[in-house]
């Protein structure tokens, strides 16, 4: 595929990823807390997990290891650091969560495969075979170096925040409760802060349009969801600290 008719590929991306979030200013998706039976036929919470992000994983993989473009020191950290975002999300945090029972509408599952199969391709397309970038020199530059840092960062709030969710839920103990601790004294969804941050850096260290359109999808999921997951806790919760935002310390 020409470079040029890639791009277009990944502004319609970006451009749809744009329709979507003011879709999801107005629709819920339910799923977690927000779930319901009405969006047909559900699965385990854990298995859906499982099946909406391991394809980012293989796919990805698979575009990088069979590409054309030298597998250079700066493509294997681009890689590993893909990599383990979503072998922690494909394996590892399904195993971990405490949602014994819960399930999820098997169409979100099947929107979520389908946003990781076209995500990871046009990224993983990118960096196996069409970029000429990533070379030695590639490994100093401030952009690559910034966006490592703050890709580690942001993957480290978010796997805090996470622990401190998981931990909520004390064994033989079921329900919601207002988390606390960290950044969820500033805002109710740090989790998906972290998320933000991440594919921020992400998007820096890589430097193209394909990362930056995951960085704008990143954005326009998750702070809507953030948003309902905000409105939901003080719905719930009379006592809910009345100065904390949703998903940007002190802004939103």
């Not at 990823?17 to 969006?39: D, E, K």
């Not at 931990?167 to 805002?187: A, D, M, Q, T, W």
Request: charged share 10%; net charge positive; with cysteine.
């Amino acid at each position: 595929m020409q470079e040029e008719t890639f791009n277009i590929i990944v502004v319609a991306w970006i451009a749809l990823a744009c329709i979507l979030f003011f879709v999801l200013l107005f629709i819920t998706v339910p799923y977690g807390r927000h779930s319901t039976r009405r969006w047909g036929p559900t699965i385990p919470n854990r298995l859906g997990w499982f099946i909406m992000e391991i394809p980012a994983l293989i796919i990805f993989l698979c575009f990088v290891l069979s590409g054309s473009a030298q597998k250079s020191a700066a493509v294997i950290i681009i890689a590993i650091l893909f990599s383990a975002h979503y072998t922690n999300r494909s394996l590892i945090y399904p195993l971990r969560i405490k949602t014994t029972g819960k399930k999820m509408p098997l169409l979100i599952a099947c929107m979520a495969v389908i946003f990781n199969t076209v995500n990871a391709s046009i990224i993983g397309y990118h960096t196996g075979s069409l970029q000429s970038t990533y070379t030695s020199q590639w490994l100093t530059d401030p952009r690559f170096i910034s966006g490592i840092i703050v890709f580690i960062a942001g993957m480290a709030i978010n796997l805090c925040s996470d622990e401190k969710l998981i931990h909520l839920r004390l064994s033989g103990v079921s329900g919601y409760k207002i988390p606390s601790g960290g950044l969820f004294n500033y805002i109710s969804c740090p989790n998906f802060f972290g998320e933000i941050v991440e594919w921020a850096g992400f998007a820096l260290l890589c430097w193209s349009l394909p990362s930056l359109s995951f960085f704008v999808w990143t954005v326009c999921n998750l702070l809507p969801r953030a948003l309902d997951h905000h409105r939901w806790y003080k719905k719930q919760f009379p006592e809910y600290p009345a100065a904390r935002k949703a998903v940007l310390p002190f802004i939103l």
